[in-house]
C-alpha cells in the first residue's frame, strides 16, 4: 500500500523567506504523479503543483517549486518569497488519492 | 461552472441518526472521491465512485457507512447510527477520467457534528 509521510506538522516562516516542506511517499510503482495542495482558512482544498514521476524536471508555478528525489522518494515544497497569503495547511498527495497527514505553515509579517 | 457542490455544508445529528451528505462534481465529471478530515488532522481517502459503480472503497469503515453514485443525481454518503467519532469534516472531489494523474477538485466540505 502506498503511504504518504509528512514528518512537520507545524513550521512558521517570516513573510518574504523562503520555506521547505517535506514529504516522503512509499511506493512499488515506477510512473506516477504527486501533489501538493493547500488547504487556507477557508477550508477549500487548491493545487498547488504537480509532479509526474516520469520526468526529471523539478515543477515549477511561479514562487512554489518541488525537490523531487525519485530514488530517496521524496517530495518536498519550497516556497520562496512568502507571503501572509500562504498561511495554510498544506497536504502532499501521491496519484491525487493518498494524502500526508499535513503540515501547518504559518507565515508571520 | 459551479465547481463541486457539497451540501449541506453544516450537520448536525444526535446519536443513532442518520446523517446524509451530498455531492455533486464538477460538470463534465464522472468520477467522485469522499475523503474524512478529523479535526487537526489531514485527508484519509473513504472511496472512490465512478457512475452506478463502486472503484475503490478500501478507506471506507465497515459498518454504518455507505456511498452510492447514481446514474442520475448526486453522490451520497450515508453514515447510519452516527456516533460522536463520526464529526468531522467530509470532502467530496471530482475528476473527468480515472486517471491518477488528473488534478482533484474539491468541494468546499461538510462539516458533521454529532451531538
Known sequence: AQTVTQSQPEMSVQEAETVTLSCTYDTSESNYYLFWYKQPPSRQMILVIRQEAYKQQNATENRFSVNFQKAAKSFSLKISDSQLGDTAMYFCAFWGMRFGAGTRLTVKP | ?115
Not at chain 2, 90 to 96: E, M, V, W
Open chain 2, 1 to 115: 461552472n459551479a465547481g463541486v457542490m457539497q451540501n449541506p455544508r453544516h450537520l448536525v445529528r444526535r446519536r443513532g441518526q442518520e446523517a446524509r451528505l451530498r455531492c455533486s462534481p464538477m460538470k463534465g465529471h464522472s468520477h467522485v472521491y469522499w475523503y474524512r478530515q478529523l479535526p487537526e488532522e489531514g485527508l484519509k481517502f473513504m472511496v472512490y465512485l465512478q457512475k452506478e459503480n463502486i472503484i475503490d472503497e478500501s478507506g471506507m469503515p465497515k459498518e454504518r457507512f455507505s456511498a452510492e453514485f447514481p446514474k442520475e443525481g448526486p453522490s451520497i454518503l450515508r453514515i447510519q447510527q452516527v456516533v460522536r467519532g463520526d464529526s468531522a469534516a467530509y470532502f467530496c472531489a471530482s475528476s473527468p477520467s480515472p486517471s491518477g494523474a488528473n488534478v482533484l477538485t474539491f468541494g468546499a466540505g461538510s462539516r458533521l457534528t454529532v451531538l
